[in-house]
Each structure stands twice: as C-alpha cells, then as structure tokens.
C-alpha cells in the first residue's frame, strides 16, 4: 500500500518536470550511511524575487505559484528540517508542508518564521525568553522561535531566528543574541543536540558572530563544499552571508558539507533578463550523520 508520504514524494516528483535541476546537481544521500539535512531560507514571504524591469510583469504573473514553486524546488533537496525566515501566512505555510509531506511549527512575529521537519514536532514554543514574562517591544520584531524534534537517536532542538537588520545601532541585536544565548544554553550544557538557524543578520566578521562560537556553537559553513558560493544573499549577485547553520559540537564533529544553494530556481539567471527568484537570499544547506 503506498503511504501519503510516498504519494506525496511521487506526486511531487512528477510535478517538478521543467523545474528538476540536472543530475550532476542534484546532492545525493547514502543509503547506507542515514543523515540529517536541514535547511534555512529566508522566502520573502513567497513573493518571490525580480531584479529587473523586464522580470516584473513575469513575477506578477507568478504570484500565486510561488509557494508551490518554492516547495517544489526544496523537495528535490530531500531535506529532513527547513526553517524559514519571512515566511507565508499559516495558511499558506500548512499547505506547503503538506506538499513536502512534512510538520511544521509556526512563530508568529512582525516577519513570521517556521520549523518544518519529516520528524515528529513534540514541543514548540515562540519567542523563548529567559528575563521576559512577555515579548520585549524592541526585540525580536522580526521572530525568534524553538521547535523540538523526535529525531532518530533521540531529540533535538531546533532554534529558527531572524534577528534586527539595524546596522546604525547593532545594540539592539546585541540584546536579542544575549537573550538567545539565555535559553539556548541550558541545552547545550545538558550535551543536548542542539541546531540554530536563520537570517542572523550580520556577517562573519561582526562581534555577534564571535559570541555564538564563544558559547560553544559551531559554523556548518566550515565545511564549506567546494565550489559553493561564499555568500547567502542577494539571489542574484551575492556579496555577503547573513544567513546560517550552527550547530551544538557533537552535531559538529558528525557533520557533512555544508552548501550554500546558489542554484536552480533559486537564483535568477544573469543571461535572462526576465528571470526571477524564489526569493531575495539563498539558501543554507547542512548534513549531519545520525
């Protein structure tokens, strides 16, 4: 008897016909070795993405499929967890893990963000806060959620965030990493499995970058895979990475390459100018041994 799932994966396939990207793209997975792969992007809220005057009218056009469009083309990735950052209305959101054949836990915010995942969602909780009994006014505006997954050797907690863009005054996301740090702690001292992800809003070299790593998490783009793209954002001339994968060590040291999906429908093509993107960024795309 074929199982929804399965219905779903064959149905999904079948779908994708023009939009499959070639074989020698397509990352592969190891029956004999089981992995974790998770992904976070930032959708734009699925309204998808033109850079030029010529793409619009295309983009209009596309409007309503984009949601489709998007599940479609993460589908072939075959991912186990995505978190999405700016993300669809509820609604739209349900019917797009419906699509993948997935469960998803929903954070509403000024920019609402999700955890979707192929496991079972057995604890979800939006805008965790340690010195709060409710949402700060300044802080996380855009959203900050923790979904925890019956995973295959045990659970794991998935942090999805997508912090303040401020560049003039970094210290108010200074104080939602501070606050982040809070609760995500507690975890990564009981040696849980521990994943955070999302439009962190600030590049490499920023200090918000060195107090994740200060307090023990680790960067997936370490093992970065060769000729991927260095950076998650704009979708059609990338010039920083503001977007990311990081982890609790343990997941670390079970870790694959990491991959930045500068790609597919993804990106817009520099030779087409009427082609548009599923969205303004990129994706991130991690793998884990279980």
């Known amino acids: 008897m074929q199982t929804r799932r399965d219905f779903l994966k064959t149905a999904l396939a079948a779908a994708a016909g023009p939009f499959a990207i070639p074989s020698g793209l397509a990352p592969a997975s190891t029956p004999e070795a089981p992995r974790l792969r998770t992904i976070t992007y930032n959708v734009l809220r699925c309204h998808g993405y033109a850079v030029t005057p010529e793409a619009k009218p295309f983009l209009k056009a596309a409007a309503a499929q984009i949601p489709t469009r998007l599940a479609l083309e993460l589908a072939l990735y075959k991912p186990d967890v995505i978190s999405f950052q700016e993300g669809p209305p509820e609604e739209v959101l349900a019917a797009m893990a419906d ?151 343990s997941l670390a040291r079970r870790g694959g390459a990491c991959k930045i999906l500068f790609e597919g429908a993804f990106r817009t093509n520099p030779e087409d100018p009427k082609s548009i993107a599923l969205s303004d960024h990129l994706p991130v795309m991690a793998d884990f041994a279980l």
């Open 99 to 249: 699509q993948l054949g997935m469960n998803y836990a929903f954070f509403s915010g000024g920019w609402d963000g999700a955890v979707l995942s192929k496991f079972e969602i057995v604890e979800q909780q939006n805008c965790p806060l340690v010195s709060w009994t409710e949402r700060p006014r300044d802080l996380f505006t855009r959203h900050w959620g923790r979904a925890v997954l019956r995973a295959p050797g045990g659970d794991m907690t998935i942090f999805s965030a997508h912090l303040n863009p401020t560049r003039t005054d970094v210290s108010v996301r200074a104080g939602e990493v501070s606050e982040m740090l809070k609760v995500i702690a507690p975890t990564l001292e009981k040696g849980g499995a521990v994943i955070l992800q999302g439009d962190l809003n600030h590049r490499p070299t920023a200090p918000e970058y060195a107090r994740w790593i200060e307090a023990g998490l680790v960067d997936s783009f370490d093992r970065k895979q060769a000729g991927t793209s260095e950076y998650s954002s704009n979708s059609d001339k990338p010039n920083k990475r503001i977007d990311y994968i990081l982890t609790c060590k």
